[in-house]
């Protein structure tokens, strides 16, 4: 079961264990999903059709940012294990003592957004990863000081290749 909302107001609690049973706030959710390449998809439910974009997504921080027929939509996804941490308490003691960004994939820096010195929030984005042709924009983990970037522009990373430093 994963809950992906838009916003403190706006959520969805969706379960796809298998491909065969979806459900969406526990009822069936039936769709016809075709992907037309470069992140781009039709999307058929309930006999209305769709046109779906990936235009970012943040694997690491489970956010994406999505154009559904040209309107943008910010997604953010909580797996059962982030769920889990927010009952707990610890989802924001654990943000807290991040002190590095890494790659969460292999790509190429395509835009810095921040300087050293510079103050952040979490969820600013901090910089553009390429990968596969995709855009990731990856944000801030937490809030904190960014000490150093690690990379330069236009620069090749590898995954877990540290990219920002926080104070």
Known sequence: MVQISTGP??????????????????????WDLAPLGDGRYHVLH???PYNA????AD???????LKINGQRVE???????????????LSSAAATKVNELKAPMPGLIVDIRVQPGQ??????PLLVLEAMKMENILKAPTDGLVSGIKVELRANVTKGQVLVQFA
């Open 9 to 30: 107001a706006h959520g969805w609690e969706v379960d796809f264990r298998t491909t065969d049973s979806i459900t969406l706030n526990g009822q069936p959710f039936a």
């Open 53 to 56: 974009e990936v235009l970012a």
């Open 75 to 89: 997604l953010q996804a909580k797996d059962r294990f982030d769920q889990l941490l927010d009952r707990m308490g």
């Open 59 to 65: 694997y690491a921080t489970k956010s994406f940012v």
């Open 46 to 48: 309930n006999g209305n």
């Open 119 to 124: 103050t952040v929030q979490k969820g600013d």
